[in-house]
């Protein structure tokens, strides 16, 4: 039977002999609690160590809302504690963007852009309504320091967030920053998802809005 020789040289040893973990070190990550990942917040950056081996990574979840469908109806919280339920925006356009935490950089880029746009939204007949993993309390603050003129929703847990399918981006530490325009008979137009440009969200559901 014919042998196969390999090169002294294994494909293993071809690969950084740095690992992952030093690679992504808290020597290279930022000392504040906000990390430059616009989404991720650290409590203690030290303490933030990637999945050891690849078998822990958690697969990317794919969107289960396509566009052209109605997606599942929630009832969730809002920042003054009141019941919102999305089939309450049936007959209007109605912007949900899913974004991973009050008071990192990226989301509270993302929150005054969608404020500093809310008339032409306005305009459209469009409703905006922002959801994070967030509790009332920490929306309640965040909306109020920010003067966000819109709905800001509390999905503990994220279960809507996993209904919805939207992916987590960093191997699963990071939820996903993604946005839905729905038109007035509350069917999908447009899925934008971009984790780090979050402003980009705004221009792209508007110019979907302005040609509905």
Same mark, same amino acid.
């Given at each position: 039977?014919?042998?196969?020789?390999?090169?002294?040289?294994?494909?293993?040893?071809?690969?950084?002999?740095?690992?992952?973990?030093?690679?992504?070190?808290?020597?290279?990550?930022?000392?504040?609690?906000?990390?430059?990942?616009?989404?991720?917040?650290?409590?203690?950056?030290?303490?933030? &160590?990637?999945?050891?081996?690849?078998?822990?990574?958690?697969?990317?979840?794919?969107?289960?809302?396509?566009?052209?469908?109605?997606?599942?109806?929630?009832?969730?919280?809002?920042?003054?504690?009141?019941?919102?339920?999305?089939?309450?925006?049936?007959?209007?356009?109605?912007?949900?963007?899913?974004?991973?935490?009050?008071?990192?950089?990226?989301?509270?880029?993302?929150?005054?852009?969608?404020?500093?746009?809310?008339?032409?939204?306005?305009?459209?007949?469009?409703?905006?309504?922002?959801?994070?993993?967030?509790?009332?309390?920490?929306?309640?603050?965040?909306?109020?320091?920010?003067?966000?003129?819109?709905?800001?929703? &509390?999905?503990?847990?994220?279960?809507?967030?996993?209904?919805?399918?939207?992916?987590?981006?960093?191997?699963?530490?990071?939820?996903?920053?993604?946005?839905?325009?729905?038109?007035?008979?509350?069917?999908?137009?447009?899925?934008?998802?971009?984790?780090?440009?979050?402003?980009?969200?705004?221009?792209?559901?508007?110019?979907?809005?302005?040609?509905?």
């Amino acid at each position: 039977m014919a042998s196969l020789s390999l090169p002294s040289h294994s494909i293993p040893s071809l690969l950084p002999t740095q690992s992952h973990k030093a690679i992504l070190s808290s020597q290279n990550l930022p000392k504040s609690p906000h990390s430059r990942f616009y989404g991720l917040k650290l409590s203690n950056a030290s303490s933030f &160590s990637p999945p050891s081996s690849t078998k822990s990574v958690k697969p990317f979840i794919f969107a289960k809302v396509n566009k052209g469908a109605a997606p599942p109806n929630f009832t969730l919280k809002d920042q003054e504690g009141r019941n919102v339920s999305l089939s309450k925006f049936k007959g209007k356009p109605v912007v949900v963007y899913f974004y991973p935490a009050d008071e990192t950089p990226g989301c509270t880029k993302q929150a005054c852009a969608f404020r500093d746009s809310y008339e032409k939204f306005k305009k459209a007949g469009a409703e905006v309504v922002g959801i994070s993993g967030d509790d009332a309390s920490s929306h309640k603050a965040f909306a109020k320091k920010y003067r966000l003129p819109f709905t800001l929703l &509390s999905d503990e847990g994220n279960k809507v967030r996993k209904e919805w399918g939207v992916p987590s981006d960093l191997f699963g530490t990071l939820p996903g920053r993604q946005t839905f325009v729905l038109d007035k008979n509350g069917v999908v137009q447009l899925i934008y998802n971009n984790q780090f440009q979050p402003e980009k969200h705004i221009d792209e559901t508007l110019k979907l809005l302005q040609s509905l």
